[in-house]
């Protein structure tokens, strides 16, 4: 049998861990598919590493020093840090499945550290910017209705904290009658979020004005064909409204989500209420923004205490 053939056992296992971070899971095809390439990038790995059939004996006998090297090759191949560390994660939740439903055991994956992941702080837009994001996306295009609708997408954006595919995802039964909308978001874990009147009114214009009908199962935001609208035109959007309106590289429609949270921090918000509506999972996520908070706060002391100057 050539090196790194992977026995029968090992392809069925892989399709039952995939169906289940699907089916039971519930993550979404994109992770899916990342899943998916990290652990077929291990096993090519090992195949080389090996030079034997890899088999789920093979795969229980591994050592620390087989997954230092599984790193250590990717570092050579000049992977990213994130990227090494999210492969390193979808290699334990791998193993970690097998240990629940296989006859499988091997303690040395647990052992190995990934690459150690600078602590990212989210970058909103101040207040200023990120209205003026909303109030100016209407002058990029001479078509009413694609106005109303962009001014919709970045109100709900920013009126609501909606990730930009949340926001994309809606359909037309979805579209807020009231104060709040309840979205589906990340392991389609659903919350709800409120709405606030202006932007229940932006949708309502848009809607009237869009010349495709929106009944309740079609996308309620779409592109100039009728489609569902492409992130990537929202994203465009952002983009174009840098220059004129002298925003920084980081102004994206997922900045202004970051800059719902920081807003509302700034004005007192708590952390538990802001972590419910982002639909974080873990509070540690949302608490990233208190270091936000905290550099905005220091730096307007370091402009204006007398004493700072001194």
Same mark, same amino acid.
């Given at each position: 049998?050539?090196?790194?053939?992977? =026995?029968?056992?090992?392809?069925?296992? +892989?399709?039952?861990?995939?169906?289940?971070?699907?089916? =039971?899971?519930?993550?979404?095809?994109?992770?899916?598919?990342?899943?998916?390439?990290?652990?077929?990038? /291990?096993? !090519?790995?090992?195949?080389?590493?090996?030079?034997? *059939?890899?088999?789920?004996? *093979?795969?229980?006998?591994?050592?620390?020093?087989?997954?230092?090297?599984?790193?250590?090759?990717?570092?050579?191949?000049?992977?990213?840090? !994130?990227? +090494?560390?999210?492969?390193?994660?979808?290699?334990?939740?791998? /193993?970690?499945?097998?240990?629940?439903?296989?006859? /499988?055991?091997?303690?040395?994956?647990? *052992?190995?550290?990934?690459?150690?992941?600078?602590?990212?702080?989210?970058?909103?837009?101040?207040?200023?910017?990120?209205?003026?994001?909303? =109030?100016?996306?209407?002058?990029?295009?001479?078509?009413?209705?694609?106005?109303?609708?962009?001014?919709?997408?970045?109100?709900?954006?920013?009126?609501?904290?909606?990730?930009?595919?949340?926001?994309?995802?809606?359909?037309?039964?979805?579209?807020?009658?009231?104060?709040?909308?309840? +979205?589906?978001?990340?392991?389609?874990?659903?919350?709800?979020?409120?709405?606030?009147?202006?932007?229940?009114?932006?949708?309502?214009?848009?809607?009237? *004005?869009?010349?495709?009908?929106?009944?309740?199962?079609?996308?309620?935001?779409?592109?100039?064909?009728?489609?569902?609208?492409?992130?990537?035109?929202?994203?465009?959007?952002?983009?174009?409204?840098?220059?004129?309106?002298?925003?920084? =590289?980081?102004?994206?429609?997922?900045?202004?989500?970051?800059?719902?949270? !920081?807003?509302?921090?700034?004005?007192?918000?708590?952390?538990?209420?802001?972590?419910?509506?982002?639909?974080?999972?873990?509070?540690?996520?949302?608490?990233?923004?208190?270091?936000?908070?905290?550099?905005?706060?220091?730096?307007?002391?370091?402009?204006?205490?007398?004493?700072?100057?001194?």
């Amino acid at each position: 049998m050539s090196g790194g053939t992977r =026995e029968a056992a090992v392809e069925d296992a +892989i399709g039952a861990w995939l169906a289940w971070l699907e089916h =039971e899971r519930r993550v979404s095809a994109h992770t899916l598919e990342a899943y998916a390439r990290d652990l077929a990038a /291990f096993l !090519t790995f090992l195949g080389r590493h090996l030079d034997d *059939a890899i088999d789920l004996a *093979a795969l229980g006998r591994l050592g620390a020093v087989d997954f230092r090297a599984y790193l250590a090759a990717r570092r050579n191949e000049g992977m990213a840090a !994130t990227s +090494i560390a999210r492969g390193m994660s979808s290699v334990r939740s791998f /193993f970690r499945w097998l240990q629940r439903n296989r006859d /499988f055991s091997n303690a040395a994956v647990r *052992a190995v550290r990934a690459p150690k992941l600078p602590r990212s702080v989210p970058k909103p837009l101040n207040p200023a910017g990120a209205l003026a994001s909303v =109030e100016t996306v209407a002058e990029l295009t001479d078509v009413p209705w694609v106005a109303l609708r962009d001014t919709a997408v970045l109100l709900l954006l920013y009126g609501s904290g909606l990730r930009i595919a949340e926001a994309l995802a809606l359909n037309g039964g979805d579209a807020p009658s009231g104060d709040s909308v309840v +979205i589906t978001g990340k392991g389609r874990k659903q919350r709800l979020v409120p709405v606030l009147p202006t932007v229940r009114e932006a949708i309502a214009a848009y809607r009237a *004005a869009c010349p495709y009908a929106i009944g309740r199962d079609d996308p309620l935001f779409v592109g100039v064909r009728g489609k569902r609208l492409d992130a990537a035109i929202v994203q465009r959007q952002m983009r174009r409204l840098r220059a004129p309106l002298g925003l920084p =590289e980081t102004a994206t429609p997922h900045a202004l989500r970051h800059s719902f949270a !920081t807003h509302l921090l700034a004005a007192g918000g708590d952390l538990r209420t802001i972590q419910e509506l982002l639909g974080h999972a873990s509070l540690s996520t949302t608490q990233r923004y208190t270091a936000v908070d905290a550099a905005h706060l220091l730096d307007v002391y370091a402009r204006a205490h007398p004493r700072a100057k001194v």
